[in-house]
Structure formats: structure tokens, C-alpha cells
């Protein structure tokens, strides 16, 4: 009998190792600087929300406005039950940055600007003595996993609403990762379509390790690296697109972004997709980029006079702007990944980009 005390205490470390390996034993992320939430479920690690993110100016008196940051649409498509917490997970570029130094965790205010319903925070308010930051920030702690691997621990329990992470160092074309925490006991999921957003203002939906991951074999293999394909799948072939050069910048690929505007000679392309067609793509990056950050795809506006399709970030006398097209991501294997749309692609021409190479880095094809 002398010896149950000890039994109880082997079982109570035994017991504290247990809940100590199953803390730390998650997958590690793709990429840094990326937070991920933990699908306990699945064992997988799940993209957020990614939506493109704006900076406006806003008059709130005479002498005074507020710079806001926001995102178009009134909740986002990933929600997480307010009775159970989630799990995010959170990749450092190297294993000695610190990751409170790249991480923010704010909380948005739904509201209707304009007509449009937008998230949005204060990020600063300025008047007759200055501009000064307003940023709520919610506290994170990071309990490491291993280097440069963070499990990110939330200062205070999330009431309902809508939330996004960001980098506070990103001022220009900054990156969000948005989510909504909602009662009930909802479950998080990864919906198929976004929420409704007006054309202003829509960006790239990525998401990896969804579902499980696909055989390779289901696609053929690219040929070579940056380059975006069509797949047939009635033919199971990866279809070259039309590889256009933007003339207005002739040469200077590697510096195409969204603030550029583009313009492909000819008013059609010679690559032709139906719309009845499962629209999908296929990319092989040539490292471990995020898809997110380099392959966007673009719709045209045909210029009959100068006989160009062209894309425009801001609209132009005669000419609205355009804006990407919603896309999502999934791994096949490697840096392969399978790229579909959101929602079908109504007819039009189109062209992906990939802004991570220098060559000839416009694909182009059109929706019949």
C-alpha cells in the first residue's frame, strides 16, 4: 500500500507529458509570417480569410479625420465558435525574430460607408495638435514550439465579432488575415464563397491543406517552374496560356503589382476556355513562396481603339477600375499547387501574373 502515492505520481507526470506533447505536436506552417488556425479535426493547419486590404481618410470635423483601415463585406468567411476558442499557429522568418514585432491582433467595427458594408479600425486620428495612433490592439503572447514556431496565446477570451491579424510593419500593400468568432457553437469552417463584397475591392482567397491533399498523379506535372497552365481535365493536359507582354512597360515584368496599370495587345486571346469548363489552373513555383503573394488574376477591359486589353487599380475617364479576381489555392505536392476561382468566370478576357519572376510573366486566356 506504501507504494500508491508513487503510482499517482508516475501517473500525474506521466499525465503533464501527455498534455505537454499534445500542446506542441502541430503541423509546421508552409510559410512565415502567415497565421495559421489548427483544425483539430483534421490535424491540419488552415488558411484564414485573405482579403485585400485598404487605407482610407475620412473628414471627422473641420480641422480633424481619421486614417481607418478596411475591408470590404460584413463578416468573413472563416468563424470559429465563441464557446471554443481557436488555435492559431504563427512561422517566423528566421528563428531569432521576434514575433510581437510582426503580429498584430485587432478587432473590427462593421459598418456601412457609402452604401457599402465595410470591417474597419481607426488607425489613427489627426487634428490642430497632430496625428496620433488609435490601434486597439488585443495582447498576444507566443508560446514557442520550436524555433521560430509560435503557438499564439490570446491575452483576453474573443467575444463575438470580427477580427484580423496583420504585420505592423507593413504599411504599404499590407496583408490581412481576417476571421469572425461567432456564439452558438459554430464550427470553423472554410466556406466556398466570400462574403459579399462590391467591385471595388476584392482579393485572392487562399486556402492550403483545406482537404487533404490530392495525389500528384491527379495532375500532370508542369514542364517548367512560374509558369500558369490551363488543365484540361477532359484531356488530363496542362494547356500553355497565351504568354502577353505589357506594353506599357515593355521589360520590366519583375515590377509588376496591383498600383501598375497593364495593357496586352489585341482584343482577344488566342487561348479559349468555355464557361460550361471546371475552370482550374496549375502552378510549379520555383521556391516556397506563398502563392498568395506573387499569382494574381486580373480581368481586362478591351479598348477597341487602340485595340489593347488593358487593367486598371484606378478608374480612368471613361474606364472603371478593375480589381483581382478571387482565387484559391490548394497543395498538390511540393510547390505545385492547383489554382481555382471562387466563383465561375464570367465570359472575358483574363491573365494571371506572377510577380515573383522577371521574364514574360503575363498568362493570358479567354472565357467563351
Partial sequence: MKSAPKIILLIIVFKSIFITNAQTNFPEPDFSNVPMYYDEVT???KNLERPQVNVGMRATGLTSGEQYVYIEGLT???????????????KTSTPSEDPQSVLNLVKMQVNDHKGKTQREYILAKAG?????????????????????????????????GEYVFSDPNKTTNPRAFAFSIVGGGVRAESQTSVAK?????????????????????VYPEPD?????????????????????????????????????????????????ITTEAKNSFIVKLSNSND?????????????????????????????????????KFK????????????????????????????????????VK
Avoid: H, W
Fill in 224 to 272: 517548367f517552374e512560374n509558369l500558369v497552365y490551363y488543365f484540361n481535365s477532359a484531356t488530363n493536359e496542362l494547356v500553355d496560356l497565351e504568354r502577353a507582354v505589357n506594353a506599357k512597360s515593355e521589360g520590366a515584368f519583375g515590377f509588376l503589382n496591383l498600383n501598375s496599370s497593364i495593357s496586352i495587345s489585341g482584343v482577344s486571346s488566342p487561348v479559349k
Fill in 291 to 327: 502563392p498568395y503573394t506573387v499569382i494574381e488574376l486580373l480581368p481586362c477591359t478591351l479598348n477597341e481603339a487602340k485595340q489593347t486589353r488593358d487593367y486598371s487599380p484606378a478608374s480612368k475617364k471613361g474606364q472603371p477600375a478593375t480589381t483581382a479576381t478571387p482565387l
Fill in 76 to 90: 468573413s468567411t472563416i468563424k470559429f465558435s465563441q464557446e471554443k476558442q481557436p488555435v492559431f499557429i504563427f
Fill in 197 to 217: 463584397t462590391t467591385p471595388s475591392s476584392v482579393g485572392l482567397n487562399v486556402q492550403t491543406n483545406t482537404t487533404s491533399t490530392p495525389s500528384s498523379s
Fill in 43 to 45: 490535424k491540419e493547419l
Fill in 128 to 160: 490642430m495638435a497632430g496625428a496620433k495612433s488609435t490601434v486597439k490592439l488585443i495582447g498576444l503572447d507566443f508560446q514557442r514550439i520550436k524555433p521560430g514556431i509560435y503557438r499564439v496565446v490570446l491575452g483576453e477570451e474573443l467575444g463575438a
Fill in 331 to 366: 497543395r498538390i505536392t511540393g510547390n505545385m499547387y492547383a489554382i481555382t476561382t471562387l466563383e465561375p468566370l464570367a465570359k472575358g478576357n483574363y491573365f494571371f501574373i506572377n510577380k515573383s519572376i522577371k521574364e514574360k510573366s503575363i498568362f493570358a486566356f479567354e
